[in-house]
């Protein structure tokens, strides 16, 4: 079979402008093309404001490319769909519902049997931990437990694709190591599709198959780089420490390049 | 100890305090230009002996409810379609800002017109004051509904219907309480008023046949029973919110 028919997800000269405040149009991501294969597990690394939070809003179909277009399953993806399912970086779980009651609304949303719904929303809690607090209200929660809490309400309806945008960043230290380690043992358990935002470089070691670094203004891709690791990854191993050189330097080449550009501007 | 004193002892003593300071004013007044705390008590018993202010008692808080719950009624839903519908809420905007600063009394003569005189007026007055908060903050209740709570309910392919009924609803509960509570001040403080203008019963009427017939101690009985109860809807309606607000996992 060719990668033509072997990508889960396709991106085909996808470009995102947006009218800034100002009225100038701002490229936000500039003809951009990326396959990503089936079960793969991809990391989008970059400083800030390079267009991460964009490109992936545009694979989740929650934004529509200015030009281009995405392509999921050989279909063209023009909103979201409950096949590919977007963790946020702030959970957004419903502090009316409790743990279950969050875990349960994808299922609600498919009109699937109560029982069996609750069934369902009980395993997967079971899966990432946190069946011991199922009747809790998400306020009573760490943030590291809410964030498990929307994983769970994920993995609950099956997506094929799991989109997660800067997932662990508002996370101390501690529990973002954690829950890196927990969603590689779940991914290996399901094996979804992951594109994973970060702009921690560790972390991108540490999860992606393949890191793509992007570069801003306009917001590209500066580099793909294949972690030739087999998971799990020991962060103090020499191979991991290789990796994580040769992408702190083109991460370097990123920002220097960023502030000459922005330098001329001036 | 000290949370006892803060929160127990001091108001106590600032109300004896206050009494005190009244019964002694008092003293040099005739009591039918300023009466006693202890003129206003046996008026109180006086009043209630014969009949007069249960009965004016429960006229009142029976427009009370009726009208308070009709806003709710016609408000919620309102404010509920106008924050979902910009669009809507963009037309019909001016025309809220302009009614909303008429005071609820300003209605009062044509009220009369339109209904007659009775309860209608009355009602109609606690109403236009009970309506406009509720209305507003739901509107703004709606719009304050995250972003992210919609993006979720979309992605996981939750019809209008339901994003309606099981997000932006209970998202914006809160929001909405917050009027509920404004408005019953405001409704409880426009039920006397709109009863002095026109009714022929209520705590309200009862102060102004009390002026008529210049029994100052029951004017100022009916004064005092109007703040009781406006203290003790308003403690009802927190223990009511502390309940809802534990069921619906905000901290409280
Ligand atoms: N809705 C929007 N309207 C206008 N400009 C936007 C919008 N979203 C993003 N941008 C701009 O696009 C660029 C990329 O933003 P974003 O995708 O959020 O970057 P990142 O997630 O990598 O920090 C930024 O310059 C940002 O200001
Ligand atoms: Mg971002």
Redesign the interface.
Known sequence: MSSETTAKIRLREVEKRFVSARGEDQIAVARLDLDIRAGEFVCLVGPSGCGKTTLINLM?G?EKPTTGEVIIDGKVAT????D???I?Q?Y?L?????VLGNVL??L???KVPAAEAREKALATLELVGLSHAKDK???ELSGGMKQRVSIARALA?EPSVLFMDEPFAALDAFTRLHLQDELLRIWNEKKPTVVFVTHDLDEAITLGERVVLMAPRPGRIQRILDVKLAHPRERTDHDFAVFRKQLFEEFHLVHRQAAEAAEYAI | MRRLVEQFLLPVLTLAAFVLLWQWGARHYPPEQFPAPSDVVKAIKELSDNGVLWTNIGISLARFAAAYLLAVLVAIPLGLFLGRFTRCHRAIDPLIQVLRPISPIAWFPLAVLWFGIGNAPAVFIIFLAAFYPILLTTVSAVRAVPAVYLKVSSNFGAGPAMTFLRVIVPAAFPGIMVGLHIAVGTAWIHLVAGEMLGAQSGLGFMIIDARNFLRTDQIMAGMLLVGLLGLAIYKGMKLLEGVIGRRWGVAG
Not at chain 1, 94 to 98: A, S
């Open positions: 989740a929650f909103a979201p769909d409950p590919h399912i977007m946020f702030d957004g419903y502090p009316w519902r409790t609304f994808g609600q949303a498919r209200h998400p306020h309806v």
